[in-house]
Nanobody, 123 residues
Framework: QVHLVESGGGSVQAGGSLRLSCVVY????????MGWVRQVPGKKREGIAV???????DYADSVKGRFTISQDHREYTLYLQMNSLKPEDTGMYYC?????????????????WGQGIQVTVSS
C-alpha cells in the first residue's frame, strides 16, 4: 500500500512562490509515475505536472514555465515549486502516484492520492 503525505501550500500574493512536498511511503521502485493534480473551484480536476522514475516530466500548458516538478530519489519525496503564482492557481493540490511509468503525462490516471493541500493566491 502506497501512502502519500503532503506538506507546504498556504496563502500568497500574486507573483509569489510556494513549494509543495509529498513524501512517499511504501514504494521504492523506479517504475512509477507521480504527479500533482489540481482541483480549482468550479472546474474539473486537472493534472498539472508529472514525473516518472527516470525524471522525465510533463506539464500542463497552464503552468508551463512557472511550475517545476522534481523528486529526491533518496528521500522518496516529490516536490512542486510554484513561481509567478496567479489567483487562478488557487485550489486544492493533490499528490498522486501510480506503480507504472508507462505513458506518464498530465492525463495519467493514478492509483494513490494524498489528502490534498490548499493553495490560495490573492490578487
Amino acid at each position: 500500500q502506497v501512502h502519500l503525505v503532503e506538506s507546504g501550500g498556504g496563502s500568497v500574493q500574486a507573483g509569489g512562490s510556494l513549494r509543495l512536498s509529498c513524501v512517499v511511503y511504501g514504494y521504492a521502485y523506479s517504475n512509477r509515475c507521480m504527479g500533482w493534480v489540481r482541483q480549482v473551484p468550479g472546474k474539473k480536476r486537472e493534472g498539472i505536472a508529472v514525473i516518472d522514475g527516470d525524471d522525465r516530466t510533463d506539464y500542463a500548458d497552464s503552468v508551463k514555465g512557472r511550475f517545476t516538478i522534481s523528486q529526491d530519489h533518496r528521500e522518496y519525496t516529490l516536490y512542486l515549486q510554484m513561481n509567478s503564482l496567479k489567483p487562478e492557481d488557487t485550489g486544492m493540490y493533490y499528490c498522486a502516484h501510480r506503480r507504472s511509468a508507462n505513458n506518464c503525462d498530465t492525463s495519467s490516471l493514478f492509483e494513490y492520492w494524498g489528502q490534498g493541500i490548499q493553495v490560495t493566491v490573492s490578487s
